[in-house]
C-alpha cells in the first residue's frame, strides 16, 4: 500500500521570499502558506478561500475566481488544516483509490488526476493497488469507516472492494457497469465508441478478416470491447471475426497472436488487440513468423501508452484521457461527500492512427510501401 497525502507540487515556492513567507536566519524553510496568502495571490477574500477550497462556492464565488483560488493554492503549495477541519467537519479528508496491481502508467495517470481534484479540496489520496491485480485483497485498514470518507475503484479491482463494502462508504466506479447497484456514481470512457472506431478504420483500409485479441480477465470494460467488435462487424459483408484470448502482458499478447496466426483456416489480416501491451507481443509475433507489419498483418491497440510509439512501427490505438478519467471519478466522489447528485459521466475517446495498419496485403500497391508508410 502506498500512501500519497497531498504535496507541495514540484515548482512551488517554498523559498525566501515571496507569498508564502519570508526566510528567518535559523529557520530551515520558509513559513507555510496560510489562507491569507492565497487569498492575496487570488485578489480574493479569506472567506471565498475558505468556501473554494471546502467546495462551497457555488453560486456565491464565481467560476473565474474559484480557479484562480485554487491555481493560488497549488502555486504557493498551501494545504488547509486538515486535522483542525476533520474536527469541524466529522470527516478524514481522505479518499481511497483502488486500482489493479500498477502494470502500466494508465493508472499512475489516473491516480495523477484524482490528486490534483483531492488536493484542491483539501483531501489526501491513499493508492491502493490490489496486490494479486483483479482478485480479492485484504482490508488495508482496521476500520476502513474509520479511516477513510470515500472510495474510487476500477471496475477491475471491484473484487478488493469486498472488505470495505460493509463499511458504507460512498464508492465511485470507474470504467464499470453504470447500472451497478454498489456504486455511489459510476465514471466511464467511451470504450464501446473506441472499438467501433478501430473497427471502422480496419474496415475503410479493407480488411475483412479480423481476430480479437481479448483480454482473459472478468471485467466489465472487456466484455464492452468484445461486445461492441462483434456489433461494429455484424452486417459487414465478408466480415470473418475471430476471438483469442489473451493474459495482459505482452508474452502472453505474442503467443495469443502466433496462435490466430498459424491456426486453421484463412489467416487473419488485422489483429484488435484490447490493449497496447498485447499488441506489443502481437507484432513481435508476426516478425517471428517471418511477416511485416503492416504490409502483411495490421495491428491496432488500445490506450495509447507510452508503449504505442516505443514500438516499430508505431501502433494505431485509441486514446484514453487517464488524467481526466481520474479528476472526473474525484469530482464525483466530493459531490458524493457534499450530499449533491453524482451523475453518471462518459468521457470521449481517440482513435489516433500511426504506422502499424495499412489495407491489406492483396489491396493493390500495399506490398510496395516500406514500413507501411
Given amino acids: 500500500m502506498t500512501h500519497n497525502e497531498a504535496t507541495t507540487p514540484p515548482g512551488a ?48 464565488v464565481s467560476p473565474a475566481k474559484a480557479e484562480a483560488v485554487r491555481a493560488a493554492a497549488r502555486e504557493l503549495g498551501y494545504r488547509p488544516n486538515l486535522a483542525a477541519r476533520s474536527l469541524r467537519m466529522g470527516r478524514t479528508r481522505t479518499a481511497l483509490l483502488v486500482v489493479p496491481a500498477l502494470t502500466t502508467e494508465f493508472f499512475a495517470r489516473v491516480y495523477t488526476g484524482a490528486a490534483r481534484i483531492a488536493a484542491d479540496h483539501g483531501f489526501g489520496v491513499v493508492l491502493y493497488p490490489s496486490p494479486e491485480g483483479i482478485g480479492p485483497a485484504r482490508d488495508p485498514f482496521d476500520s476502513a469507516a474509520a479511516t477513510l470518507d470515500g472510495v474510487i475503484a476500477s471496475s477491475m479491482a471491484a473484487e478488493a472492494l469486498t472488505a470495505l463494502r460493509a463499511a458504507g462508504l460512498p464508492l465511485v466506479m470507474l470504467d464499470s457497469d453504470p447500472d451497478d ?55 459487414v459483408p465478408g466480415a470473418l471475426l475471430r476471438r483469442q484470448p489473451a493474459a495482459l502482458g505482452v508474452d502472453a499478447g505474442l503467443r495469443a497472436a502466433h496462435t490466430a496466426l498459424t491456426g486453421p483456416g484463412p489467416r487473419p489480416t488485422a489483429l484488435l488487440c484490447d490493449d497496447d501491451i498485447i499488441a506489443a507481443g502481437a507484432c513481435k509475433a508476426v516478425r517471428r513468423l517471418g511477416l511485416r507489419v503492416p504490409e502483411d498483418i495490421s495491428v491496432t491497440g488500445f490506450d495509447d501508452l507510452a508503449l504505442a510509439v516505443a514500438v516499430e512501427p508505431e501502433l494505431t490505438t485509441v486514446r484514453l484521457p487517464a488524467e481526466e478519467f481520474g479528476e ?46
Wanted: proline share 5%; glycine share 12%; hydrophobic share 45%.
Fill in 13 to 60: 515556492s517554498t523559498g525566501s521570499t515571496g507569498a508564502a513567507g519570508a526566510a528567518h536566519p535559523g529557520r530551515p524553510a520558509a513559513a507555510r502558506a496560510t489562507s491569507r496568502d492565497v487569498a492575496r495571490a487570488a485578489g480574493v477574500s479569506q472567506a471565498a478561500v475558505s468556501l473554494v477550497l471546502g467546495d462551497k462556492w457555488r453560486g456565491r
Fill in 328 to 373: 472526473a471519478g474525484m469530482r464525483a466522489l466530493m459531490a458524493a461527500l457534499d450530499g449533491r447528485p453524482a451523475e453518471a459521466t462518459t468521457l470521449p475517446v481517440e482513435l489516433v492512427t500511426r504506422g502499424s495498419t495499412a489495407p491489406p496485403a492483396d489491396a493493390p500497391g500495399n506490398a510496395a510501401r516500406p514500413g507501411g508508410q
Fill in 181 to 235: 447497484d454498489r456504486a455511489t456514481a459510476t465514471v466511464n470512457l467511451d470504450i464501446a465508441d473506441g472499438v467501433r472506431q478501430l473497427t471502422g478504420h480496419l474496415i475503410a483500409l479493407g480488411h475483412r478478416r479480423i481476430t480479437h485479441l481479448a483480454a482473459d480477465v472478468r471485467s466489465w470494460t472487456f466484455d464492452v470491447r468484445a461486445h461492441a467488435v462483434t456489433a461494429a462487424l455484424d452486417g
